[in-house]
């Protein structure tokens, strides 16, 4: 039996599938919203943390890396390893591929840190490494802000360093697990995103990953237009007009019905 309502000249009736799914998708939508609402808040945040991280730069502190909030913004001194190197894959930049390079800077208490020296474009066969050497001289200076190795998109996927390869290895996604398990050495747990303006580089245009929050709230919004639509066809589909009611003429007397 379907739901009815009347309202004077108008009767609303819908059937009890149309309602369940319409009411599933107006709670669906809805919730869309507030995790697209949420998203934006936590992108706000990661975009003030990458801006704080462009200030001042503080001396790496002794123990792990992990302490330290991502993009905090360090200075190090160290020996970059250029024997022993990565090349991102899968990495763009305006549309066209290459790589990113991933140093080893050996710090002077030992520890190993991976600097993230930029992105480089890809070579015109594969089977040409590009040169990416770098001063293995003592006293090599990097700085910049700490952050997480990048990690895979829907269709990219994890590819650690080959064994057998040769130095510099190709790696997609790599975990830091990963590069210290082809290096042989344990390495600090993030990655440096060495300053645009420090030597030994490439093309560095860090960005904070993901959408901006005008885009989450964007697509938050646009969530609950389509609940609302949803409500609206809802209401209007199932809505007919009754007919008018044909009014009673009263009978009157009829012709020559009189006595004579």
Do not use: C
């Given at each position: 039996?379907?739901?009815?309502?009347?309202?004077?000249?108008?009767?609303?009736?819908?059937?009890?599938?149309?309602?369940?799914?319409?009411?599933?998708?107006?709670?669906?939508?809805?919730?869309?919203?507030?995790?697209?609402?949420?998203?934006a808040g936590e992108a706000e945040t990661l975009q003030q943390a990458f801006l704080e991280g462009g200030g001042a730069r503080l001396e790496l502190p002794r123990g792990s890396t992990a302490a330290l909030?991502?993009?905090?913004?360090?200075?190090?001194?160290?020996?970059?390893?250029?024997?022993?190197?990565?090349l991102l894959d899968n990495m763009s930049h305006a549309g066209q591929p290459g790589y990113e390079v991933l140093t080893p800077l050996r710090l002077a208490d030992g520890r190993i840190l991976i600097v993230?020296?930029?992105?480089?474009?890809?070579?015109?066969?594969?089977?040409?490494?590009?040169?990416?050497?770098?001063?293995?001289?003592?006293?090599?200076?990097?700085?910049?802000?700490?952050?997480?190795?990048?990690?895979?998109?829907?269709?990219?996927?994890?590819?650690?360093?080959?064994?057998?390869?040769?130095?510099?290895?190709?790696?997609?996604?790599?975990?830091?697990?990963?590069?210290?398990?082809?290096?042989?050495?344990?390495?600090?747990?993030?990655?440096?995103?060495?300053?645009?303006?420090?030597?030994?580089?490439?093309?560095?245009?860090?960005?904070?990953?993901?959408?901006?929050?005008?885009?989450?709230?964007?697509?938050?919004?646009?969530?609950?237009?389509?609940?609302?639509?949803?409500?609206?066809?809802?209401?209007?589909?199932?809505?007919?007009?009754?007919?008018?009611?044909?009014?009673?003429?009263?009978?009157?007397?009829?012709?020559?019905?009189?006595?004579?």
């Amino acid at each position: 039996m379907p739901l009815t309502l009347q309202f004077g000249r108008f009767r609303w009736s819908a059937s009890w599938s149309m309602t369940v799914l319409t009411l599933f998708g107006v709670v669906l939508f809805i919730l869309l919203g507030r995790w697209q609402w949420h998203r934006a808040g936590e992108a706000e945040t990661l975009q003030q943390a990458f801006l704080e991280g462009g200030g001042a730069r503080l001396e790496l502190p002794r123990g792990s890396t992990a302490a330290l909030p991502r993009y905090s913004g360090v200075q190090v001194r160290g020996r970059y390893d250029s024997l022993h190197q990565f090349l991102l894959d899968n990495m763009s930049h305006a549309g066209q591929p290459g790589y990113e390079v991933l140093t080893p800077l050996r710090l002077a208490d030992g520890r190993i840190l991976i600097v993230n020296r930029g992105w480089i474009p890809l070579t015109q066969s594969r089977r040409q490494l590009p040169d990416v050497s770098v001063s293995q001289t003592a006293g090599s200076e990097a700085s910049g802000r700490l952050d997480n190795l990048p990690r895979p998109g829907i269709a990219l996927g994890h590819a650690p360093p080959a064994k057998d390869s040769p130095w510099p290895k190709y790696t997609s996604f790599p975990t830091m697990a990963d590069l210290s398990t082809a290096l042989g050495q344990p390495l600090e747990s993030q990655q440096l995103l060495l300053d645009a303006r420090a030597p030994s580089g490439y093309l560095r245009d860090w960005q904070p990953p993901g959408m901006s929050p005008a885009q989450h709230l964007s697509y938050a919004f646009q969530w609950w237009a389509f609940a609302t639509l949803a409500l609206v066809l809802y209401g209007a589909l199932n809505r007919r007009r009754l007919p008018a009611a044909t009014p009673l003429v009263a009978a009157g007397p009829r012709a020559g019905g009189g006595r004579a």
